[in-house]
């Protein structure tokens, strides 16, 4: 990215400004970076803890598949999911508060004893299942973050405040430059003056 300047004390003013805003602004864009980063590692880590529970739990009932046969799952579904929002790193992420189930209405007498516990089993199931889904969305949100946090740290860090510092650089030399040469031609203005004004008294 190519920064746009003129060679004068404005122009140079106006892009230490710049720099400034952005050298302040770094810091704690990299500490964002860092957080986010920490952040996404800690929610794929509950995914990986979800799904192993989530594996146990299935894997327990294996010895009850027969008896799932049997089951009607239309008696259970999710009424609600309770949702809020928490900040995490300046990212709005969904939580997941809880989960509300409904069970249709049924005659104990005319199903199988362990009918209770097998609506208890799915409600545990589809609650561990729903929060490794959500677990999932926070990875993606808190990643696409700290991907564009990433892009910004590097652009200021490798582009921009380098760029303007160059900039600065260029136009101090060049008003340097130009402060000597009017230095220098005064002084040599001064000497001519000088020498004429010798050559005058001499005749």
Known sequence: MAIKFQYNKTSRQQLEKQLGIRER??????????ALRMEVKKAKNEIDELEKELEKQIQSYDKMMGMWNEF????????????????????????????????KPFSIFNRPKWYLDGIQTLETLAEVGIRRDFHELKVQRLDY?????????????KVQIPGYQDAILKIKRYLEDEENLSKSSQKIMRSLIEKRKEEDSVW
């Open 25 to 34: 602004a770094l810091p704690t864009l990299q500490s964002k970076e860092t």
């Open 72 to 103: 009607d799952a239309s008696l259970l579904r999710v009424k609600d999911v309770r949702l809020s929002k928490k900040k995490i790193a300046g990212v709005v992420i969904p939580m997941l508060d809880g989960v509300d189930f409904e069970t």
């Open 145 to 157: 973050a700290r991907k564009k946090t990433t892009q910004k740290v590097n652009l200021f860090e």
